[in-house]
T-cell receptor, first 112, second 113 residues
Framework: ETGVTQSPTHLIKTRGQQVTLRCSSQSGHNTVSWYQQALGQGPQFIFQYYREEENGRGNFPPRFSGLQFPNYSSELNVNALELDDSALYLC???????????FGQGTRLTVV | QQQVKQSPQSLIVQKGGISIINCAYENTAFDYFPWYQQFPGKGPALLIAIRPDVSEKKEGRFTISFNKSAKQFSLHIMDSQPGDSATYFCVPSSPNSGYALNFGKGTSLLVTP
């Protein structure tokens, strides 16, 4: 059984650019959630995907979007990057309606 | 609206001591009460969790105590070790929100040798 894996581990982008982060969910898990964690803060919920559809969203603007694929893997896309988007982006997988969520190691995004 | 209050914000404990972190909540729809542990640069890891029909759960050196009437739960780390130094988050969740996790700032624990 494999855990949650995210790629890349680190990324540097320029303000205004677009970025795609990837997540492979834990084997058997059908729900993926994305979180943003700024330095010194707790993770903030961005959105959740189930059956390839967005299933809940936090207080993030539309330039944060996502996809879930038939194999339950997921992407987080951020357009028009801003300096404040610099953070650790975390992916968590779970079973639908199960409260147990398992996190990946995260992608450290730096916007310059 | 702040639904969860965790305290203290930071904690320093000597090796072998007991670390205690408290969490108070308001939302009575919460039905899952986990503690997550996070080391710097890593993702949070589910440490231990409890359901509201149980008042205490112990896993090794880690214990959750749950008081439903007071809407509080706590994490006790017995025989604290330097390797326990991390940030701890209480993140109660509800099926009404698909068990989305609403993290606060957590508690930074430092265990000194």
């Amino acid at each position: 059984e494999t855990g949650v894996t995210q790629s890349p581990t680190h990324l540097i982008k320029t303000r205004g650019q677009q970025v795609t982060l990837r997540c492979s969910s834990q084997s058997g898990h059908n729900t993926v959630s994305w979180y943003q964690q700024a330095l010194g803060q707790g993770p903030q919920f961005i959105f959740q995907y189930y059956r390839e559809e967005e299933n809940g969203r936090g207080n993030f603007p539309p330039r944060f979007s996502g996809l879930q694929f038939p194999n339950y893997s997921s992407e987080l896309n951020v357009n028009a990057l801003e300096l404040d988007d610099s953070a650790l982006y975390l992916c968590a997988s779970s079973l639908k309606n199960s409260p147990e969520a398992f996190f990946g190691q995260g992608t450290r995004l730096t916007v310059v | 609206q702040q639904q969860v209050k965790q305290s203290p914000q930071s904690l320093i404990v000597q090796k072998g001591g007991i670390s205690i972190i408290n969490c108070a909540y308001e939302n009575t729809a919460f039905d899952y009460f986990p503690w997550y542990q996070q080391f710097p640069g890593k993702g949070p890891a589910l440490l231990i969790a409890i359901r509201p029909d149980v008042s205490e759960k112990k896993e090794g050196r880690f214990t959750i105590s749950f008081n439903k009437s007071a809407k509080q739960f706590s994490l006790h780390i017995m025989d604290s070790q330097p390797g326990d130094s991390a940030t701890y988050f209480c993140v109660p969740s509800s099926p009404n929100s698909g068990y989305a996790l609403n993290f606060g700032k957590g508690t930074s624990l430092l265990v000194t040798p």
